[in-house]
């Protein structure tokens, strides 16, 4: 995915989470707020990157299959599970940055 396609937004009153559109991924930047802000300040970004891995991965999945269906689903956990990996090691680092404080 290229990092110029993910763009951040903010809607106060919407419950709009995330969308895709002509390939970008744009991100409500209030969720991140309300739900996982207070947490990455004190350190704690576990449960924060394992919501907007799965969040974006979701979009990437609408950007070729637009509905819930079974192929959305399935490229989905493809990509989600092409890239768990990467996301371990994101963890693993946050764990051992929490441990050392």
Known sequence: ???????????QR???LAFNKDGGLFVNLRWYE????????NGKTDKSLI???HTIAHEIAHNVFPTHNTEHEFLFAAICGNHLMDLAKLLNIDRDQQEAL
């Open 51 to 53: 919501f907007w891995y």
């Open 1 to 11: 995915m290229n990092p110029a396609s993910l763009h951040i937004f903010y809607d």
């Open 14 to 16: 919407g419950n709009l």
């Open 34 to 41: 309300e739900w996982h802000d207070l947490d990455v300040k």
